[in-house]
């Protein structure tokens, strides 16, 4: 709906189709083939989601320098038999804190859950927009220690490590990213738990669907400024537009839409 309704305000004739892997009883394995036959029909493109936006990177002829650079790709552009991959949550995750908080907000310390494809670009956004010291926690230990090392190779030593204590992080810190896919449709319950939280902190969630996660609900009752995932899915969608149509889109229109969209 993002991009087709952007389309028609632009009299450009966009279609957009979701294809569900698990619905079709695929997995990552299918992606070269689905690839194909994707470019073979005239796709301008994919945008990819959980849990295929680091396994791709692997069937792309290029990759922009940021996806690269955290090696998680979420647009993937056909161009002249090629096939280049963007990442446009790491402008989406940062547009959206940047317009979402309160410009009192405190980037000090920051606790992130999850280190996967998403969790990769809302890191390198988190470092990009100034927070001192970002404490990753994912239950593939080694992934995070990797996402770590990667932080601080481009951003910084010592600004990323990887948590051992979540109570003792969460107490320390000014913020907490969601960046698994925890509070989604099929994945229910919370990053963090509940007593953990209090109202000195910022939270925040990429789900989208829903908006208000079991997190965001119980944050906001703990009194936490809250910030849902909307913003991030629009901005990214107007990156991912501008790379597939080679047009600007229009911020305030596509978040109207968007909004419109939810309302029963």
């Given at each position: 709906m993002l991009h087709e309704s952007e389309g028609d305000a632009q009299g450009l004739r966009l279609i957009y189709r979701l294809f569900d892997l698990a619905a079709h009883a695929m997995g990552v394995e299918d992606l070269p083939r689905l690839l194909d036959a994707l470019q073979l029909t005239g796709f301008a493109g994919v945008n990819v989601t959980h849990p295929y936006k680091q396994a791709i990177t692997a069937l792309?002829?290029?990759?922009?320098?940021?996806?690269?650079?955290?090696?998680?790709?979420?647009?993937?552009?056909?161009?002249?038999?090629?096939?280049?991959?963007?990442?446009?949550?790491?402008?989406?995750?940062?547009?959206?804190?940047?317009?979402?908080?309160?410009?009192?907000?405190?980037?000090?310390?920051?606790?992130?859950?999850?280190?996967?494809?998403?969790?990769?670009?809302?890191?390198?956004?988190?470092?990009?927009?100034?927070?001192?010291?970002?404490?990753?926690?994912?239950?593939?230990?080694?992934?995070?220690?990797?996402?770590?090392?990667?932080?601080?190779?481009?951003?910084?030593?010592?600004?990323?490590?990887?948590?051992?204590?979540?109570?003792?992080?969460?107490?320390?810190?000014?913020?907490?990213?969601?960046?698994?896919?925890?509070?989604?449709?099929g994945y229910p319950g919370s990053a963090i738990p509940r007593p953990l939280l209090r109202p000195a902190l910022w939270v925040t969630d990429i789900v989208y669907f829903p908006l208000e996660t079991q997190l965001l609900r119980d944050a906001r009752e703990a009194g936490c400024a809250t910030l849902d995932g909307s913003g991030m899915t629009v901005y990214q969608a107007i990156r991912a537009f501008e790379h597939f149509t080679g047009r600007a889109a229009d911020p305030q229109r596509m978040s109207r839409n968007f909004r419109a969209a939810l309302k029963p």
């Open positions: 792309l002829d290029e990759l922009s320098p940021q996806a690269q650079q955290i090696g998680s790709v979420n647009t993937v552009v056909f161009s002249a038999g090629r096939r280049i991959g963007y990442n446009t949550d790491i402008y989406g995750f940062a547009q959206n804190l940047r317009t979402g908080l309160s410009p009192e907000a405190r980037f000090g310390r920051v606790v992130q859950m999850g280190a996967g494809g998403a969790g990769a670009a809302t890191a390198h956004a988190l470092m990009e927009l100034g927070v001192g010291e970002l404490t990753l926690f994912d239950p593939a230990q080694q992934r995070a220690q990797e996402l770590a090392a990667a932080l601080n190779a481009v951003h910084g030593a010592g600004r990323a490590i990887v948590g051992d204590d979540l109570p003792a992080s969460v107490a320390a810190a000014d913020g907490i990213v969601n960046a698994t896919p925890i509070g989604m449709k």
